[in-house]
């Protein structure tokens, strides 16, 4: 499984669990319907699960014009896929993560989803030193 296979999965798995109330083990077996996981993407999830409410109170201190319980589902979940990379993968450049997030909001979200994802990480990534 590549990097971006495992980001889709990893939103699957943050979808069901902000959604179906599961936790992050049961939501990565049902993402790879039981079968061999990705080291990447239990870390993506666990972390991303880990440090949620500091994941959520940073998304939420950039939405302009907009509360965080009116997000769509599928968009936090790529926010929080996002800030936790931002935050906690040091590895990963923030351009990556930023590039990586659009086409995640492409794929998943709505019209003007990738637009408004760029948006909020963009702010994030710049408020909190972290453009490179």
């Not at 936790?84 to 990963?92: G, H, T, V």
């Not at 979200?109 to 030193?129: M, P, Y």
């Amino acid at each position: 499984m590549n990097r971006r296979q495992a980001r889709e999965k990893a939103i699957q798995a943050l979808f069901q669990m902000d959604v179906g109330a599961v936790g992050a083990e049961e939501a990565l077996a049902n993402v790879t319907e039981g079968g061999r996981s990705d080291g990447f993407l239990e870390q993506l999830v666990k972390t991303t699960a880990e440090h949620l409410d500091r994941i959520d109170e940073t998304i939420k201190k950039y939405l302009i014009n907009w509360t965080f319980d009116r997000l769509a589902n599928v968009d936090k979940a790529i926010l929080r896929l996002a800030v936790c990379e931002l935050l906690y993968f040091d590895d990963i450049p923030v351009k990556v993560t930023l590039n990586e997030a659009i086409e995640l909001a492409k794929t998943f979200g709505d019209d003007d989803s990738h637009r408004f994802t760029n948006g909020v990480l963009a702010k994030i990534a710049a408020a909190e030193g972290l453009a490179k």
